[in-house]
């Protein structure tokens, strides 16, 4: 959800930028990069501050309004007003963003000078053409090139990117014994595709939210396989997160590649949990930031 692309932009800010091939130019654009991540780094923070805590907040009154139903009205009305004001502080925040991203965009161009290191243009490749990526590969170092980020940096800029409409294609993933994922078993179904983002899913609450959910869509919707994505390096990280968060049940699997896997250069997931509802033709029929449960029931499962 958003949370994890606050995270990643905090982790791309702290990296040094460091590059000596023409030192005014790349001073100037240090410094001006660098007036721009203050900038950014303090929309973060107000935003960390301000709009979770108006979702959480009201993710616990619907909860309690579950349990107490002499109380219902009274309590989703103001879970309601807590999501309006939270979607509010929102918009303004990412408009802030927005023309943050603009201007950095801007002064990449100006410059045409690249960060030493690919990793963090490839975490934040959306705030960039994919002409000043070029750039970036172009005036890169052959390690940098040679490297996981390079390489799937190289592959996003070469390829169209799989959007809604297009045919789902299967990639190189395992089960948490280390065995190649069977693709046959979601062959003719429906599929809900969970890229990773579980610890954003608990409701605030607890870890087994996510798979009290897909219980709820395995009795309802027997039709349907959700199949998880996990970002993790090993299998021993796949077992711990499945027991985390209880969802030995179902289909879970990493590409064991963290970041530059498959689901980042090709499907273009740039957050997480994104979501891919795939029908039983194997068509994507939309792509989701987060777990859109109106959609998947009142849409995509048509669940009355």
């Known amino acids: 959800m958003r949370r994890t692309f606050i995270l990643l932009l905090g982790f791309w800010l702290a990296i040094t930028i460091s590059f000596s091939q023409n030192l005014p130019d790349n001073a100037a654009y240090k410094a001006h990069m660098d007036s721009l991540n203050t900038v ?14 108006h979702f959480i907040k009201a993710m616990r009154l619907e909860k309690e309004a579950k349990e107490h139903p002499e109380l219902k009205d009274s309590l989703l009305a103001i879970a309601a007003m807590e999501r309006a004001t939270g979607e509010s ?20 161009d100006k410059y045409s000078l690249v960060f030493e290191d690919a990793f963090p243009y490839f975490l934040m490749r959306g705030q960039f053409s994919k002409d000043s990526l070029s750039v970036l590969l172009r005036k890169s170092s052959a390690e940098i090139r040679r ?31 280390g065995k190649r994922f069977d693709w046959s078993l979601i062959k003719g179904k429906k599929v809900l595709l969970v890229h990773d983002g579980l610890w954003c899913m608990n409701h605030g609450m607890d870890n087994t939210a996510f798979r009290k959910y897909l219980e709820h869509l395995r009795k309802e919707a027997p039709d349907c396989v959700p199949l998880i994505i996990v970002n993790c390096e090993k299998p021993e990280d796949l077992r711990k997160a499945i027991d ?38 194997g068509i994507i029929v939309k792509t989701t930031e987060g777990v859109d449960i109106d959609y998947i029931e009142k849409e995509f499962l048509r669940i009355r």
């Open 40 to 53: 950014a780094g303090a929309i973060m923070n107000d935003w960390n501050k301000t709009i979770p805590p």
């Open 147 to 177: 490297s996981s980020a390079g390489k799937s940096l190289r592959k996003y800029i070469k390829n169209d990117q799989l959007a809604e409409g297009d045919r789902f294609r299967t990639f190189r993933c395992a089960v948490v014994n």
């Open 244 to 281: 985390e968060y209880g969802i030995q049940e179902f289909h879970v699997v990493s590409e064991f590649n963290k970041t530059n896997g498959v689901l980042n250069w090709l499907y273009n997931d740039q957050s997480t949990p994104t979501c891919h509802h795939i029908d039983e033709r």
């Open 89 to 108: 502080l929102k918009a303004s925040a990412q408009e802030k963003l927005n023309r943050n991203r603009e201007e950095r965009q801007a002064v990449m």
